[in-house]
């Protein structure tokens, strides 16, 4: 079964600033996606990013982007000019090309200082 | 409806009593998935449909829970004879069509559950 490790229970930046939340999977399969999700304090889930496993090139949107190392297993989010709004908790998830049940990470709490 | 509707928003009942949560997709999606969180931790897959047909219920953590949907729209996360272990939050997701890991699942708020 597959596997998403978040190892940093906790990560603080300042306002502007970039910080980095790192995730690693386990997985024997070739073909899948890896989001991320973010959960603010209303406890929505949204949608961050999303990468294709066959995709070289690292997905982006806007400010957010990621670093997709796949012989790793490894799949950090990056986030650019830090802003108040990006306070939350952010999960990593693998889906599997071949069935529809997502797994998530334990979670990275942000916080980000003004 | 705009968006994927869960109720109730909380619901504390006694340890030992049924519980039924409900889902109200987003019009017209196929698939539709329960997730269980715990404080602290990530969603927990339970189980998904894809029309009316339950395609997989492997996150089920016993007999005691139970899902449906039986029309293909709505559904129900029953969890019966309720034990404090049960407490979180029970969230559904859909997406418009069936399979396809591509697919974006749209999040409901969820249902915090209580069990004393």
């Known amino acids: 079964a597959q596997t998403v490790t978040q190892s940093q229970p906790e990560m603080s930046v300042q306002e502007a600033e970039t910080v980095t939340l790192s995730c690693t999977y386990d997985t024997s399969e070739s073909d899948y996606y890896l989001f991320w999700y973010k959960q603010p304090p209303s406890r929505q889930m949204i949608l961050v990013i999303r990468q294709e496993a066959y995709k070289q090139q690292n997905a982006t949107e806007n400010r957010f982007s990621v670093n997709f190392q796949k012989a790793a297993k490894s799949f950090s989010l990056k986030i650019s000019d830090s802003q108040l709004g990006d306070a939350a908790m952010y999960f990593c998830?693998?889906?599997?090309?071949?069935?529809?049940?997502?797994?998530f990470g334990a979670g990275t709490r942000l916080t980000v200082k003004p | 409806g705009a968006g994927v509707s869960q109720s109730p928003r909380y619901k504390v009942t006694k340890r030992g009593q049924d519980v039924a949560l409900r889902c109200d997709p987003i019009s017209g999606h196929v698939s539709l998935y329960w997730y269980r969180q715990a404080l602290g931790q990530g969603p927990e897959f339970l189980t998904y449909f894809n029309y009316e047909a339950q395609q997989d219920k492997s996150g089920l953590p016993n007999d005691r829970f139970s899902a449906e949907r039986p029309e293909g729209s709505i559904s129900t996360l029953t969890i019966q004879r309720t034990e404090q272990r049960d407490s979180a939050m029970y969230r559904c997701?859909?997406?418009?069509?069936?399979?396809?890991?591509?697919?974006?699942?749209?999040f409901g708020s969820g249902t915090q559950l209580s069990v004393l």
């Open positions: 998830a693998y889906r599997s090309y071949n069935n529809n049940d997502m797994r």
């Open positions: 997701a859909s997406s418009l069509v069936p399979s396809g890991a591509r697919e974006k699942l749209f």
